[in-house]
């Protein structure tokens, strides 16, 4: 038996392509002491990701050439050298664009299979699921009847995100690239409306008329034209979380745009950037609430399911192209 | 005996001139019950009225033509009709351009002659001071050694904060606009450095060789390219006090800039307008504090004092050219 992983083989210049990325074929490891060998059954792709090809300083040290490229996903255990896990136990974490790989046990929480599908794991009841909901909760701390506004509102951490605004009795508006998303959020997820910003003639005047009190919370995962116009329409003391800036992960250089700040301040409004390691501490607490809203039904958990280990890289470039709806997953 | 009022007769386009004001003159009038005469000593001019000549929506509401300017003074009562205050007490509070206003009792403060010179009361130990205090403590939230940035570092907040930075024990860089005023800032107030922005060569470069180890607090009262090279040198979890954007207020038309909030995001930085108005039921612990650092001679209130009733309006346009260095203030 071998073992494919996937490599980071060139830096991107723009839009990501299949040259950056390459196959190599590996032997399988032995599991050292602490450690389990894992077949992995899907993996996550996620936007954050692009953010490590660019060679700079960051929360998390960017990847090297050559290096596999670490995602999260769910995986069975093969062969485990450490109590915490046996042969055949459900894990999800940390792991490597791999079909077999050594995780130390640290890095891996065992899942329990009853309570949603296995790759929900690592989308709504996972890491995707959490930052939606420190993002939500503890920046954006929503009151019943405000107005929260959601960019990327069809992507992975959009659609949890709405849906927990909604659960804390606010009216969501989402921000999508399609008609069919846009449909999708408000017929299936209970969005109060939704804009596809791609046929928008002026999205300022389509958000401020879908939000005529103004904006409490903008959950930004976009940037750009998208994020100028939100802050034109927030309230005092608006919370801004901000969670992605996808449309600008691509641009060789830095765009322009109009100068916000004045209105940040005159709104006395707070924009904070954040990471969901940041939470780490509170992550049982998150994923509790998001297991138990799942299971009461009151949180979908959208997914767009790619097959096959090869085509990991294409699912990952297709973030940036808009062709998932909800959480992007390769099943293996 | 005849009561002179400043009121706002043009909306201004641009920069303000001395067309925007009208000086009338009026009579004095008799105070009802819970209010008081006053004879204004000391004028406070302050960047913020700029805002509140612009018809929007702002949390205090727009100027209207014909209106009196209300600002804040010191001022001495000549006639009380509360308990509150008698004849001869010095009192500062919410005042108008005018020489002998009527004004509320709850609008005003006993102001104590013993602990500095009477106008300090509406600088280093009055609203400018609070403004300082809270955006440093309670924003900044400084850590002794963290590096701290202070753009309008010469003006009447900017020379409290970054003294209350030092005195946290920070590393504090002042960007100002001469070299009379960076000197003063590194020379007098124990800056550890200055940068002056109109002969920097390339702010971000001189910014940087300035802060070795990055930004951890930037106090912004400035915005534009200063605010844009800031952003780009935060550490993580940087925190920025948005307090003024002064280099935007005379502006006709919001301007570009490089969007930066890529940078913010993967800082997980904290960016934070605020109005003094919101620690209201914090003044007395602002004020004691900075009552006790000045007496122990750690804050110093540099001050630029003009004489004259009818040189308010040019007091105030001064402001926008950095004629000031610490608290522009008018004495009657």
Same mark, same amino acid.
């Given at each position: 038996m071998k073992n494919n992983k996937i490599i980071f083989a060139k830096r991107p210049v723009g839009m990501p392509d299949n040259s950056c990325f390459e196959i190599i074929e590996d032997k399988i490891e032995k599991p050292n002491d602490g450690e389990v060998l894992l077949k992995t059954l899907y993996i996550s792709v996620d936007p954050y990701i692009r953010g490590r090809m660019v060679e700079r300083k960051s929360y998390i040290p960017p990847l090297q050439i050559g290096e596999v490229i670490a995602s999260s996903g769910v995986a069975e255990v093969? $062969?485990? !050298?450490?109590? /915490?896990f046996k042969k055949g136990d459900y894990v999800t974490g940390r792991m490597n664009w791999e079909e077999y790989p050594i995780v130390n046990e640290k890095e891996l929480r065992q899942i329990d299979p009853a309570i949603a599908p296995l790759q929900t794991h690592i989308g709504a009841l996972g890491m995707t699921g959490l930052t939606a909901y420190f993002g939500i909760m503890?920046?954006? !701390?929503p009151k019943p009847g405000e107005t929260v506004v959601i960019s990327g509102a069809a992507g992975a951490v959009g659609v949890v995100a709405g849906q927990i605004a909604k659960i804390m009795g606010c009216r969501v508006v989402g921000i999508a690239g399609s008609d069919e998303k846009a449909e999708y959020l408000v017929k $299936? /997820?209970?969005?109060d409306a939704a804009i596809n910003y791609k046929t928008a003639k002026d999205i300022r005047e389509e958000l401020k008329s879908a939000c005529p009190d103004g904006i409490d919370i903008y959950f930004d995962n976009v940037g750009g034209a998208i994020t100028d116009a939100a802050l034109t329409l927030i309230n005092d003391n608006a919370r801004i979380p /901000?969670?992605?800036q996808i449309s600008h992960y691509n641009e060789p250089e830095p765009q322009s745009g109009p100068r916000l700040l004045g209105n940040v301040l005159i709104r006395a409004a707070t924009i904070k950037g954040f990471l969901i390691l940041q939470y780490a501490s509170r992550f049982n607490e998150g994923i509790e609430k998001l297991a138990k809203w799942y299971k009461e039904g009151r949180i979908k958990a959208p997914e767009t399911i790619v097959e096959g280990f090869e085509n990991i890289p294409n699912a990952f470039i297709g973030l940036f192209t808009g062709s998932n709806l909800g959480k992007q997953i390769v099943k293996i």
């Open positions: 093969v $062969e485990s !050298n450490t109590k /915490l503890d920046i954006g !701390n $299936e /997820l209970g969005f /901000l969670c992605g």
